[in-house]
Structure formats: structure tokens, C-alpha cells
């Protein structure tokens, strides 16, 4: 309803961001709120506005996907008297423009910035020493890390450093920290959902080289010669960066890294968001972050290996066969029907035949750094992978390993994590040679 004009208050608290409008006062008759007026033009649907532009002190804005959550005020029911106002709970706020919402694809380019970023990546400030004293020479102009096209997606990506100077407030003291940003401009203008979702990668991406969960700290997007500041409230998973956890790099080797993963087949980008989930989670328990890293390391595997060729023809002609031996042997057609589509993945290969073929990605020092041993290590994770996944089935102990449980998970998960960063690590180009220490002190640091 673009003719509909609303005042009211904008805050933005720990439960997000949250529009009230003005207090109205009535007798008697009722005025329907906007969300209302537009559940019963839009009949079944629940009431959400896309898009409401606005102006505040700082300039105008734009409120997305807002949704009516609640009706303050007071209501006399003897008099019929009544004030009221509408509270809107907004998923995102862009400070700066007005644009027709999340899925309009106007914005030309974005900046990103990340908690921590910075401190992994050379600072630009210079020491100089003198007789008497050390001179700090701190540029003022950014300095760029590195500027790459990336050819799959058709996205330019920029690193860039600035050193930022604050006053202390307690002594006046001059502070210096280098703050790392990166700009990502398509090719065609797009939508703040797709720069929200390159982000979401980045952010995956450097989580994955710093051995640290990071968060976007800021984002500001752009159309043309139009800047807004993106708010919106995100769940943050951030943990303090260790000099023992992260990869040491090049910028060579930084840039041709972020291009590989920027370059990965959508099918890969939900093995991503899984991988680094659980890569970037420290508080889940034993039994759920393995199904979780054991998940990753299968589906990682699927997106990364070549399939096995298989005559088609063959197959085919065989599950005829078979559907027609079930059908003489009078089998349940529902469990026939089941029969028949287990034989369709007849030829995948199995979680330990993928899980063994990863492990052989590694050299075997690295492996036996590690204190993996593919011949026991494969099948007791198997064994316990399947435990928990069909949780309620009696074990059997005849001839088969058996699942470990308590603190054993623990230590089965450290070689698990350490196992999937690495070839993470390697899919994007790293040499073994420079990821061996890290991987192996995630792999045995609580041994």
C-alpha cells in the first residue's frame, strides 16, 4: 500500500529491529492496522510487508520484510475508549537509500567487513627506527591485498586494508588497528539477498583459514553513486583467533584460494554451509557434531569425486529382472517398491570407501601425525556413525567393530574436524606441506 504513511519510533535491541507506530486514539469504531488491511486483500496468507520506505534523523531508509507482532496500548471495553499502536519486527534495515526490497536487483556493489579479519592479514603500519626513538608511519590511503576476477561467477573481488586511529577517552591516547575489508562487484546490478549470500560464504571462507568462527561486522552496499548501511540482527558465532590455529599464506595463494571458492558449483555450496556449520560450533554434543562431521565428510566427497561410470543399459535390464522376481515371488508391493529403489544407488559408493579415499588425500606421515590409521580408523568411525544414526538397534558384536561412546567420541570428532578442514584446505589449493601443523595439532591437541 505505497500511499499508506505511518509514524512511529525505530528500535534496534537484542530482539532485532522492531517499527511501533504513533499511539492512535479511537471510540468505539476500530481502525484496522496496514498488516490487516493486507491479510484480507490477500486472503489465507500471513501478514507480511515486503518493503516500507522511510526517513528518520539520519537521512531515509528502507525496512524489509516486516511482519505485525503485537498491538500496545489500552482499551476501555466499558466506555470504548480505546489507544493502540502496531509493532513491526523488520528483518533487515538499509540506512542511506530506498530500494523495493530484498529481491531487487539494483545494488551494483558491496563492502564487507569481518571480526578479527584484520588481525590475521599484514597490518599496513611501517616502524622506522631513529637513535632515539622509533617513528610509526601509518598510511593513510588503503592498501590493497589483492584484486581478482572471478570468471565462474562473474564477481570482481578486492581485499583492502586502512588503518583506523582512535583517541583513547581515558588518557587521550592515540589507538591503531588495521581493519580489513572486502568489495565484491557483479557484473549485473543484484539483489541484497545475493550480496547477503556471498557474504555468508566469505564469512565460511575465512573461518575456514583463520581455525576461528568470524561474523560480518559490517555491510554496506551501493547503487551507483547511492551508499546504505545494511542492519539486521544475525546469529554470531565469533571465536578468538589463535596464531597456532591459522594458515599462513601468501597473497598469491590467498587470492587464487578465495577464487577457487568463490568459483564452486551450487551443489557444493550446501556441503559448505554443513562442513563449516559444524567446523564454527563448539557447544554441540558429542554424538551430534559426529553425525554432523561424518555428514560433511560424505557429502564433501560426493561433490568432489568423479562418479563411477556404470552401463546404464545393464543396470537397467537387471532392476527389470528384479522387479519381475519379486512380483512371481508375491512380495508386498510397498516393500518391493523399496526394494526397487535401493537398487538405483546400487552403485554408489559406500561411507567407508568414501571416508578411506579421503584419508588417502593425505600422505601417510601426515595421517600417522594425525594418529589416524585408515585400517582402524574408518571402521570404527563407520561403526559408530551407523550406531547413532539407527539409534535403538541392538549391537552386534559378531565380528564387526564396536561404536565408542563418552569421552571416546570426543577424541574420535578432533581427528574428524581435523580430517575435514584438511581437505578443505587442500580443495582450495593449499600444499599439504603448510597445513600439516595445523592439522595435526586439531587432530591431537587433547590427546
Same mark, same amino acid.
Given at each position: 500500500?505505497?500511499? &499508506?504513511?505511518?509514524?512511529?519510533?525505530?528500535?534496534?535491541?537484542? @530482539?532485532?529491529?522492531?517499527?511501533?507506530?504513533?499511539?492512535?486514539?479511537?471510540?468505539?469504531?476500530? /481502525?484496522?492496522?496496514?498488516?490487516?488491511?493486507?491479510? $484480507?486483500?490477500?486472503?489465507?496468507? /500471513?501478514?507480511?510487508?515486503?518493503?516500507?520506505?522511510?526517513?528518520?534523523?539520519?537521512?531515509?531508509?528502507?525496512?524489509?520484510?516486516?511482519? @505485525?507482532? @503485537? &498491538?500496545?496500548?489500552?482499551?476501555?471495553?466499558?466506555?470504548? &475508549?480505546?489507544?493502540?499502536?502496531?509493532?513491526?519486527?523488520?528483518? /533487515?534495515? /538499509?540506512?542511506?537509500?530506498?530500494?523495493?526490497?530484498?529481491?531487487?536487483?539494483?545494488?551494483?556493489?558491496?563492502?564487507?567487513?569481518?571480526?578479527? $579479519?584484520?588481525?590475521?592479514?599484514?597490518?599496513?603500519?611501517?616502524?622506522?627506527?631513529?637513535?632515539?626513538?622509533? %617513528?610509526? =608511519?601509518?598510511?593513510?590511503?588503503? &592498501?590493497?591485498?589483492?584484486?581478482?576476477?572471478?570468471?565462474?561467477?562473474? %564477481?570482481? %573481488?578486492? $581485499? =583492502?586494508?586502512?588503518?583506523?586511529i582512535k583517541s583513547n577517552e581515558d588518557d587521550g591516547s592515540r589507538i591503531t588497528r588495521p581493519v580489513a575489508f572486502i568489495e565484491i562487484q557483479s557484473v549485473e546490478p543484484e539483489s541484497l539477498n545475493w550480496y547477503f549470500a556471498i557474504g555468508n560464504r566469505l564469512e565460511n571462507f575465512f573461518s575456514l583459514l583463520l581455525g576461528a568462527s568470524l561474523a560480518m561486522e559490517t555491510l554496506f552496499v551501493y547503487r551507483g553513486e547511492e551508499a546504505g548501511h545494511v542492519v539486521s540482527k544475525r546469529r554470531r558465532v565469533v571465536e578468538k583467533m589463535g596464531a597456532l590455529d591459522c594458515v599462513r599464506c601468501t597473497t598469491s595463494q590467498l587470492a587464487h584460494a578465495t577464487a577457487v571458492w568463490l568459483s564452486q558449483p551450487e551443489e557444493f555450496r550446501s556441503v559448505e554451509n554443513l562442513a563449516l556449520g559444524v567446523l564454527r560450533k563448539g557447544d554441540l554434543f558429542y554424538e551430534t557434531e559426529l553425525l554432523s562431521l561424518t555428514q560433511a565428510l560424505e557429502g564433501f566427497h560426493r561433490v568432489t569425486s568423479e562418479p563411477i561410470p556404470v552401463d546404464k543399459a545393464t543396470l537397467r535390464r537387471v532392476r527389470r529382472s528384479y522387479a519381475a522376481l519379486l512380483r512371481q515371488e508375491g512380495v508386498d508391493e510397498v516393500l518391493a517398491s523399496r526394494l526397487c529403489a535401493a537398487m538405483a544407488h546400487a552403485n554408489d559408493p559406500t561411507f567407508a570407501s568414501r571416508l578411506e579415499n579421503l584419508c588417502s588425500r593425505l600422505s601417510e606421515f601426515v595421517l600417522h601425525q594425525m594418529g589416524i590409521e585408515p585400517t582402524a580408523f574408518v571402521p570404527m568411525v563407520v561403526a559408530t556413525r551407523n550406531f547413532y544414526t539407527h539409534a535403538g538397534n541392538k549391537v552386534s558384536s559378531r565380528g564387526r567393530v564396536s561404536p565408542v561412546s563418552g569421552s571416546a567420541v570426543f577424541f574420535l570428532n578432533q581427528k574428524l574436524r581435523a580430517l575435514l578442514r584438511a581437505v578443505l584446505l587442500l580443495h582450495i589449493g593449499l600444499p599439504m606441506e603448510q597445513i600439516t601443523g595445523l592439522v595435526t595439532r586439531e587432530a591431537t591437541r587433547w590427546r
Open positions: 500500500m505505497p500511499e &499508506h504513511v505511518l509514524t512511529g519510533t525505530l528500535t534496534n535491541d537484542d @530482539e532485532g529491529l522492531t517499527f511501533t507506530t504513533s499511539p492512535r486514539y479511537g471510540y468505539r469504531v476500530r /481502525v484496522d492496522s496496514l498488516a490487516s488491511r493486507m491479510r $484480507l486483500s490477500e486472503s489465507g496468507t /500471513v501478514p507480511r510487508i515486503p518493503v516500507m520506505h522511510g526517513f528518520s534523523a539520519d537521512g531515509i531508509c528502507t525496512l524489509c520484510q516486516l511482519l @505485525e507482532i @503485537e &498491538h500496545p496500548g489500552l482499551h476501555d471495553t466499558a466506555s470504548g &475508549h480505546w489507544v493502540e499502536a502496531n509493532s513491526y519486527r523488520a528483518s /533487515v534495515l /538499509v540506512s542511506g537509500m530506498h530500494f523495493g526490497g530484498m529481491e531487487d536487483r539494483t545494488l551494483t556493489h558491496a563492502r564487507f567487513t569481518f571480526t578479527g $579479519l584484520g588481525e590475521w592479514l599484514p597490518g599496513p603500519p611501517t616502524e622506522v627506527w631513529e637513535t632515539e626513538h622509533i %617513528v610509526l =608511519k601509518i598510511p593513510l590511503n588503503e &592498501h590493497e591485498v589483492f584484486s581478482l576476477g572471478v570468471r565462474e561467477t562473474l %564477481v570482481h %573481488v578486492s $581485499l =583492502k586494508i586502512v588503518s583506523e
